[in-house]
Each structure stands twice: as structure tokens, then as C-alpha cells.
């Protein structure tokens, strides 16, 4: 998968991966992963700290959302000095072009001092390690829909969303078939056709566009 962004989407981790630097006897121990908020980038840095108890700095910066739009993006350098830590990682993510995204690196002070200059290159060159060999897959934009039909739809219903990406999200049973269904943005306008021609009742609850 391409480090790049698509005109439907953007690419995202597809695994969580650690990988290894040493810079005079530094070490610099790299993670990184999917988040999908700031609660969950918290709480992978916490799950990094309690692996590497013992290293003298945890420094990380996580983007979620578009990267050409992030919704939400933030960094840390703990303890390192001002500027050295977490804006590297930081601008390197953003380079790459990943979305939904955080990179700790946990350092163990091997005795020599980096200087600001040597830091630098070693969180970015420690951040560029992990995210080059970092597994991606695509995240595409959806769009909700809540649905109510008759039984005999169901299985045209299913066989439509099996052959354009869409997502049964959930079906009840009662008088009428309900459901609600994630479909890709750029199927959108194919899908509401599929309703007209099917005779399927769109349901919009107040926070459905």
C-alpha cells in the first residue's frame, strides 16, 4: 500500500510494529499502531511505558483523521528538550502521509549526550525506521444509512452491499426488516438508485445526513 493518500481516503496502520535504533550507545525503541482518538493514543503510550519501565524518556506524537485534514493531532518530548522529541516524530507522520496514527519512542541513555541536533535526527530517524516497514491499509470515508423494508429485500440488499463495500452494521426483526448500513462515499449516489429501484424506506434519525 502506497503512503499516500487516495481521492476516497487515506492509509492507516494495519498492525503495530517496534522496531530498534542505537545513536552512541542510545537506544531508541520505536512503536507504532492505529489509534482512533486521543483516549486511545493515551493509552498506547501508557502500554509502552509499562513495557519499558526503565527508559529515562517515552516521547511520542500522534494524527488522527485525514492527515491532510487532521482532526486531531498532538506530541510530547517528556523530559527531552523543547523541540527535540516529539516534533520530529510528528513531522515525519506527516510526511508520510498516515492517518489514524501515534509513534512512541522510549529512550535508554547510553551515557553520551546527543546534543539538540543529535536528538533530532535520532526520534526522526527512529520514527522514519518503524513507518517505513509499518503494514498499511486504506481507510475509506462511509456514510450511514438506517433503512426499514420488507423481508424479501433483505437478500438483494445484502448481494448490493457485498458487491460495492458496503457494511451491514445492524439488522432487526419485526413488522419490517430495519438496518443500518455503511456505505462508501463514492458509492453513495449508486446506493440511493438501488433504493428508489427497490422500494426501500430511507430512515433518517436526527444525526443521519
Not at 519512542?105 to 516497514?133: D, P
Not at 426483526?173 to 446506493?191: I, M, S
Request: aromatic residues 8%.
Amino acid at each position: 500500500m502506497s503512503q499516500a493518500t487516495s481521492s476516497t481516503g487515506y492509509v492507516t496502520p494495519a498492525a503495530t510494529i517496534e522496531r530498534e535504533l542505537e545513536v552512541k550507545k542510545s537506544r531508541f525503541i520505536a512503536r507504532a499502531g492505529q489509534v482512533a482518538d486521543r483516549r486511545a493514543a493515551l493509552a498506547f503510550v501508557e502500554a509502552m511505558k509499562a513495557d519499558y519501565p526503565d527508559a529515562r524518556h517515552h516521547c511520542w506524537a500522534y494524527l488522527v483523521g485525514n492527515p491532510e485534514t487532521a482532526a486531531s493531532a498532538a506530541m510530547s518530548d517528556d523530559g527531552e528538550p523543547s523541540g527535540t522529541a516529539g516534533k520530529p516524530i510528528l513531522n515525519v507522520i506527516q510526511h508520510k502521509g498516515i492517518g489514524d496514527v501515534i509513534v512512541v519512542v522510549s529512550r535508554y541513555f547510553g551515557g553520551v549526550k546527543l546534543g539538540a541536533g543529535g536528538l533530532v535526527r535520532a526520534y526522526a530517524g527512529s520514527t522514519q525506521q518503524v513507518l517505513a516497514e509499518l503494514p498499511l491499509d486504506e481507510h475509506r470515508p462511509q456514510r450511514a444509512f438506517t433503512l426499514a423494508f420488507d423481508f424479501a429485500d433483505e437478500q438483494p440488499l445484502r448481494h448490493w452491499s457485498n458487491l460495492h463495500g458496503a457494511q451491514l452494521q445492524s439488522i432487526d426483526y419485526g413488522n419490517r426488516v430495519t438496518a443500518r448500513l455503511d456505505v462508501p462515499v463514492e458509492q453513495v449516489e449508486a446506493f440511493k438508485a438501488f433504493l428508489g429501484a427497490q422500494g426501500i424506506e430511507r430512515l433518517k434519525p436526527p444525526n443521519d445526513d
